[in-house]
């Protein structure tokens, strides 16, 4: 059985930082891409970042480049998002996810929420 656990989110004030892991399990992780998207309320989904299978290759959304980093360790099947000098419109629930076979994955979330 495929599953996506994320973890790491919070309250932090503008400017701060927090680090969001996903913990993955029921597929070959090392041979999946995998991708953070969030969820503002009242929005629809965000794509956020990606990061290739291999690790040597990854991608940001305009609105996070410069102050985001995913990482990815293939001995603990763990994805993570690195996330600094965030701002209030980065409020929002974080999934990741990954497709496995025809099916698209996703977790159950982790609430990410900055203001002062």
């Known amino acids: 059985e495929v599953q996506l656990v994320e973890s790491g989110g919070g309250l932090v004030q503008p400017g701060g930082s927090l680090r969001l892991s996903c913990v993955a399990s029921g597929f070959t992780f090392g041979s999946k891409d995998m991708t953070w998207v969030r969820q503002a309320p009242g929005k629809g989904p965000e794509w956020v970042s990606f990061?290739?299978?291999?690790?040597?290759?990854?991608d940001y959304a305009e609105s996070v480049k410069g102050r985001f980093t995913i990482s990815r360790e293939e001995s603990n099947d763990i994805v993570s998002l690195q996330m600094n000098d965030l701002k209030p419109e980065d409020t929002a629930v974080y999934y990741c996810?990954?497709?496995?076979?025809?099916?698209?994955?996703w977790g159950q979330g982790t609430q990410v929420t900055v203001a002062s």
């Open positions: 990061i290739h299978f291999g690790g040597d290759s990854a």
């Open positions: 996810n990954a497709h496995v076979g025809e099916i698209n994955y």
